[in-house]
C-alpha cells in the first residue's frame, strides 16, 4: 500500500524506489515477442496508411488516398477502443508509465524556461524552470497512473513519451548552450 501523495515519505521513498524499479532493466525468462508486439505492428500500419493516404487524397483528389487514408483512420480508433475496452483493472504504481512521467516533467521544465527566456532574465527563467518543474513532477505522477486506462496502448504511448521526454531534454539543451553562446 503506497503512503499517501501529499506525505513527505511518498515522495523520498516510495516515488524514487518506484521509478529506479520502473527504469531498471530485470532478466526476461523465455524468449519470444512481447503480447503487443502485434498490437504496434497493427498501429503502425494504420498510421503509415493515414500518414500517405490523406495528403494524397486532400493534394490530388486520389481515391485511393481517401481509401487508404479512411482504412488507416478506421483502424486507429478501432484499435484504440479495443485497447480501451481491454482494461479491467484500476490504475496502480505496479504499472506506472514512468516515460509519460519524465515527458511531463521534461515539458513542465521546458516551458517554464521558455517562458522566462522571454523576459531575458536569469532569475524568472529560474523560477519559472522551477515552478514547471513541481507542476511536472505532479501532473507527470497522475498521468503516469491515468494514462494506464489506455490498456494495450499505454505501452506505445509510455515509450513514445519517454522518447519524446529525451527529444525536449535534448533541445533544451541546445538552446540553452547557444543562448549562453549569444551571450557570452
Known amino acids: 500500500m503506497p503512503p499517501r501523495f501529499f506525505s513527505i515519505e511518498f515522495h523520498t521513498r516510495f516515488f524514487p524506489a518506484l521509478l529506479w524499479g520502473r527504469l531498471h532493466r530485470r532478466e526476461r525468462e523465455g524468449t519470444g515477442f512481447p503480447s503487443t508486439i502485434e498490437f504496434n505492428i497493427v498501429l503502425a500500419v494504420c498510421v503509415i496508411l493515414v500518414v500517405f493516404g490523406i495528403p494524397a487524397a486532400v493534394s490530388g483528389q486520389s481515391v485511393i488516398g481517401w481509401a487508404s487514408g479512411a482504412l488507416g483512420s478506421t483502424g486507429i480508433v ?3 477502443v479495443k485497447s480501451i475496452a481491454s ?3 484500476p490504475p496502480s504504481y505496479d504499472q506506472f508509465l514512468a516515460g509519460v512521467f519524465f515527458f511531463f516533467v ?3 521544465i521546458s516551458a517554464g524556461i521558455f517562458a522566462g527566456a522571454l523576459y531575458h532574465s536569469f532569475m524568472v527563467s529560474l523560477c519559472l524552470g522551477t ?12 498521468a503516469g497512473l491515468w494514462l494506464q486506462y489506455l490498456g494495450r496502448l499505454a505501452s506505445t504511448v509510455d515509450g513514445l513519451a519517454g522518447l519524446a521526454a529525451l527529444g525536449v531534454f535534448f533541445v533544451d539543451i541546445v538552446l540553452l548552450a547557444g543562448r549562453l553562446l549569444k551571450a557570452g
Open 78 to 80: 478501432v484499435l484504440s
Open 106 to 108: 521534461a515539458l513542465g
Open 131 to 142: 515552478a514547471g518543474l513541481a507542476s511536472g513532477y505532479a501532473s507527470g505522477i497522475l
Open 87 to 89: 482494461r479491467t483493472e
